[in-house]
């Protein structure tokens, strides 16, 4: 069997049920997921265990790594923090601050801290190199592992960036949150099996309330 690659987006986030958190927060940026972005990021695993899932790569924003860490819950899979597939910030200047690391590690478990990245938070960047940056990262995942299927949990825009990259896709795309993105690799280049899946998800109005478009 080919290869295949699932791309998800993280689940709701706390900044989106309280638009004023960011005012207050310690770190502005990095927003955890609200209660019921949990229950989303938790009905994705649940969805995925029927499937050949062999590694779980997040971005390194609580977030991503509070969705991928129900996935890999439900799959028992370790998690690996690639930066390359990282949010897309084309009005800030250098990387926000993000979660401790001594923090990280006691919270979250299952991060191999071992893993090697591929790409560092490149910030400052437009949206068109951000685009370009998590495409490449993702080709890059993918080439370092061919022999296995990876699943990507990561953010809105680099979603888009992915898809249309790898596979060159050109109509609008929509991201609702905790959505899955399934490829599969055919040949040297890539094709969609399945676009912004939502059915796994027990409230799909309030995952494509706030869903992104590129």
Request: with cysteine; hydrophobic share 35%; glycine share 8%.
């Amino acid at each position: 069997m080919s290869q295949r690659i699932w791309i998800v987006r993280h689940g709701n986030r706390e900044d989106f049920q309280n638009p004023g958190w960011s005012r207050t927060a310690q770190r502005p940026f990095d927003p955890a997921l609200s209660a019921d972005g949990e229950t989303q990021a938790r009905e994705v695993g649940l969805s995925l265990q029927g499937e050949q899932v062999h590694c779980v790569f997040a971005s390194p924003f609580l977030r991503t790594i509070q969705t991928a860490s129900h996935i890999a819950d439900a799959l028992n899979l370790s998690i690996c923090l690639e930066p390359g597939i990282g949010e897309i910030l084309p009005n800030v200047k250098s990387t926000p601050a993000l979660l401790p690391v001594a923090e990280r590690k006691r919270r979250f478990p299952r991060i191999d801290e071992d893993y090697t990245v591929i790409k560092e938070l490149p910030y400052p960047e437009s949206s068109e190199e951000g685009h370009e940056r998590a495409a490449s990262a993702a080709h890059a995942l993918t080439d370092r592992f061919p022999e296995k299927n990876l699943l990507m949990v990561t953010h809105g825009a680099p979603v888009v960036g992915i898809v249309r990259g790898l596979t060159g896709l050109k109509d609008r795309i929509t991201v609702p949150l905790c959505c899955i993105f399934t490829l599969q690799r055919n040949g040297a280049g890539w094709e969609v099996v399945q676009l912004s899946e939502t059915s796994h998800l027990s409230n799909q109005e309030s995952s494509k309330r706030y869903a992104h478009s590129g």
